[in-house]
């Protein structure tokens, strides 16, 4: 690049650093406050030319409420005074509009050490000031909604786990006032087991790695006595150390009470409904073996199958501990295996995805397999024993199930359409595939046949 040789005269240089600052106003008066000197950055702050404001006294440049209360000669004697005066105030521009500026006056000295005059410098700080009262009116605002907030506890603690904000919710909900928590370890609030267990660092850890940390537990207020805390605790995003996290968190006993009675009333519902299914099915299994008639007793026995496949489903579903849902893998595990129980010449494997579903399309699966399953040891294997294989797939927000066997294969007059298979078991089959919105295939594969379904996972 070009080399270019600085002035010989430190006067030049100077004021080339003077001219060079335009977002500085600087300029020098004497030790009445008439202006003497005015920068290019001056001109460009304040909109008066150098000719406008040289000679005039540097007051103009101050609003009149402070003109009338003497600002300018204030600042003017303690420079003199201290040497420097800093300010932050409204000036005024030519055009009479008003900017908020930082300032700096320092007294000018010869070479002898004597003040002749004084220099200020000013910036245009307006935007600071403007982003400042935002931030202020943003954290007024943020202090309302806390201090409002008096059903919610919202505190804030280190990472160390001391409490250095409590609001007033948090003060209701745990019992403690502001001034005798402040500085204590968060982890008063949790119980004993809890703190033990490390549930706080979990917590803070979780929070720190995704981002927020939800938690449902029982927490413990100042007088010891305990309530269902529903809470979310988020880091708190600082640039300097000792940032920490903030914790939401309010009282949901009442809510946490409900649903544990309607848990219970729900197993209760379940419990006695699996009990009366397994009464009509004891009643069904007496009256076939009452009966003279074959048809007329696998007809029942048929039915008590159903019923007991049903009840199974019920008592499955109250023993684990969401009723509303249930595991399909283990569903079907445990279902073909009361029906590889139920005869002695069969055997029934599976191999099914893990896939949670509702209950309601739970008992719907289990009958559907119940009926392919039993038919495969009525006619696939009807001269002896053999095996059944269950295979479920979950392919995302589709269930793939396929029951196959190694027998003797369809019979000729079966019919794949929707007309075919006349049996009550195959009737039962097509019902329950409408009621999934699913699609049956059928195929003979000599040996043995496959039936494949293919459902929407939810309903």
Avoid at 10 to 27: N, P, Q, T
Avoid at 312 to 331: C, K, S
Wanted: charged fraction near 25%; aromatic fraction near 6%.
């Amino acid at each position: 690049m070009d080399q270019y040789a600085f002035p010989g005269d430190d006067a030049e240089i100077y004021r080339h650093i003077v001219e060079s600052a335009l977002d500085y106003a600087i300029f020098a008066m004497d030790l009445e406050g008439t202006v003497a000197t005015w920068s290019t950055g001056a001109e460009r702050l304040f909109g008066y030319s150098a000719p406008e404001i040289l000679g005039q006294n540097s007051a103009v440049i101050f609003t009149f409420e402070e003109q009338l209360a003497g600002a300018a000669l204030k600042e003017m004697r303690l420079a003199l005074t201290a040497g420097r005066a800093s300010d932050d105030r409204w000036h005024v521009r030519k055009d009479n509009s008003m900017f908020w500026a930082s300032g700096l006056m320092m007294p000018l000295r010869n070479d002898t050490g004597q003040i002749y005059g004084l220099m200020k410098v000013v910036r245009d700080r307006t935007r600071r000031l403007q982003q400042d009262e935002a931030l202020r009116a943003s954290e007024e605002r943020l202090q309302l909604i806390l201090k409002s907030a008096i059903d919610y506890a919202i505190f804030a603690f280190d990472r160390e786990g001391m409490i250095i904000s409590w609001n007033t919710g948090a003060c209701r909900i745990f019992g403690y006032e502001e001034q005798e928590i402040l500085g204590r370890d968060a982890r008063i609030l949790f119980l004993p087991g809890d703190r033990e267990d490390g549930a706080p660092e979990r917590e803070m850890k979780a929070a720190l790695e995704h981002g927020r940390a939800e938690n449902e537990r029982f927490h413990l207020r100042k007088d010891g006595s305990t309530f269902w805390g529903s809470g979310l605790t988020m880091p708190l995003r600082a640039h300097h150390h000792g940032a920490g996290f903030l914790k939401v968190l309010r009282d949901d006993t009442q809510r946490h009470s409900a649903d544990e009675h309607q848990q219970v009333m729900m197993r209760e519902m379940s419990h006695r409904i699996k009990n009366s299914l397994a009464l009509v099915a004891g009643m069904l299994a007496m009256q076939a073996r009452s009966t003279k008639h074959p048809d007329v007793e696998q007809a029942l026995r048929d039915a008590e199958a159903r019923v007991g496949t049903i009840a199974q489903v019920h008592d499955q579903l109250w023993r684990q501990p969401h009723i509303e849902t249930v595991d399909l893998a283990d569903f079907l595990s445990s279902l073909c295996q009361r029906l590889e129980q139920s005869t002695s010449l069969h055997t029934v494997s599976v191999d099914a995805d893990p896939c949670i579903v509702d209950a309601d399309r739970a008992i719907q699966i289990a009958l559907l397999v119940n009926e392919l399953v039993t038919n495969a040891f009525k006619h696939a294997y009807c001269d002896g024993g053999g095996a059944v294989c269950v295979i479920a797939r979950n392919n995302g927000g589709e269930l793939r199930l396929e029951i196959s066997d190694g027998g003797k294969g369809l019979p000729p007059e079966f019919s794949s359409d929707e007309n075919g298979g006349k049996s009550l078991g195959m009737k039962v089959v097509r019902a329950l595939v409408q009621q999934l919105r699913a699609e049956l295939q059928i195929e003979d594969r000599r040996p043995g046949a496959g039936f494949v379904i293919r459902l929407p996972r939810d309903a």
